[in-house]
């Protein structure tokens, strides 16, 4: 079935950039995602991929993606202490559900 | 007023207790979903419609049932709910994934079954 697994953890100091890693197992998904989660809030899209992109830019984000493994990451430049939250990945699969990770929780250290 | 609106926000019942989680939405969508919200366990699809007469199990849809009884309106029942449905409840809704398939997501309502 289908299945998105990311680290549960990531703490980084104030300035530095912060990767966070997903891999997926449906191969056909249409789109991926990545989702924010503040405190007390329900989720908000933060940015997507389209399937046939390698590489999206957007602000201070970066979006990797490598279909060949299935791997997909996501890069925050100069992360800041509002950046704290939980991170989702998330699939579009194949009959139009989306599936998603455990979620990140990100920490940033002074 | 927020697009995706779901009530109650907190629920405490006891065990074997009937409950219903209601989600109304303004967005026009016609895809809604529920999911639940555990630590360490991420959100798990629970039920979700693509249109009013379309209903399909997502992944752990035991012990709930659902009803689209509009467009707008999607509620989540658990019809005698026991400790382990102790979770944190989204709604959210869609236009698909012809868009983006971005999922817009209501505030959540907090279940504890004791």
């Known amino acids: 079935g289908e299945d998105v697994e990311q680290s549960l953890f990531l703490s980084v100091r104030e300035g530095d950039s912060s990767v966070i890693n997903c891999t997926y197992t449906?191969?056909?998904?249409?789109?991926l995602y990545w989702y924010k989660q503040e405190p007390g809030a329900g989720l908000q899209l933060l940015t997507y991929i389209f399937s046939n992109m390698d590489m999206k830019q957007d602000q201070r984000l970066t979006v990797l993606l490598n279909k060949k493994d299935k791997h997909l990451s996501l890069r925050i430049a100069d992360t800041q202490t509002g950046d704290s939250a939980i991170y989702f990945c998330a699939e579009s699969t194949r009959d139009d559900k989306i599936i998603f990770g455990k979620g990140t929780r990100l920490h940033i250290l002074p | 007023d927020a697009d995706v609106t779901q009530t109650p926000r907190n629920r405490i019942t006891k065990t074997g207790k009937r409950i219903m989680l209601e989600c109304s939405q303004t967005?026009?969508?016609?895809?809604m979903y529920w999911y639940r919200q555990d630590p360490g366990l991420g959100l798990r699809l629970i039920y979700y419609?693509?249109?009013?007469?379309?209903?399909n199990k997502g992944e752990i849809s035991d012990g709930y049932s659902v009803s689209r009884q509009a467009q707008a309106k999607f509620s989540l029942s658990l019809e005698s709910a026991i400790p382990n449905q102790t979770a944190l409840y989204f709604c959210?809704?869609?236009?698909?994934?012809?868009?983006?398939?971005?999922?817009?997501f209501g505030e959540g309502s907090r279940l504890t079954v004791l």
């Open positions: 967005k026009g969508h016609d895809r």
């Open positions: 419609s693509f249109d009013v007469k379309d209903i």
């Open positions: 959210a809704t869609s236009r698909g994934t012809m868009n983006t398939g971005e999922l817009f």
């Open positions: 449906d191969s056909s998904s249409t789109y």
